[in-house]
């Protein structure tokens, strides 16, 4: 069983920064694709970014030159560093991992922006 451990989430005003990390137990790591999802209230949880083991990076079209997906398998540690952040992007953040069957998530990192 995967454990993580999320941190970095806070109170920002509109147009700050926030870097948020995720750290990951277990040995698959490295070969697993990690992910960052966000949930607003009242919406549906949807996909931030993700990095594969390839380091290919994916990203959601609204976060597209905010945000950056990062990760440090010598840490088994998952970074989100977003930028210019703006009241849309207040919502819990979940950090993810994928490989094969196993899907597991972390407990959550609130994030709220104010205007």
């Known amino acids: 069983q995967v454990q993580f451990v999320e941190s970095g989430g806070g109170l920002v005003q509109s147009g700050g920064s926030l870097r948020l990390s995720c750290a990951a137990s277990g040995i698959i790591f490295h070969i697993a694709t990690m992910g960052w999802y966000r949930q607003a209230p009242g919406k549906q949880r949807e996909l931030v970014a993700d990095i594969n083991i390839g380091r290919t990076t994916n990203y959601a079209d609204s976060v597209k030159g905010r945000f950056t997906i990062s990760r440090d398998n010598d840490k088994n540690t998952v970074y989100l560093q977003m930028n210019n952040l703006q009241p849309e992007d207040t919502a819990v953040y979940y950090c993810?991992?994928?490989?094969?069957?196993?899907?597991?998530w972390g407990q959550g990192t609130q994030v709220t922006v104010s205007s």
């Open positions: 993810n991992l994928r490989r094969a069957l196993m899907n597991s």
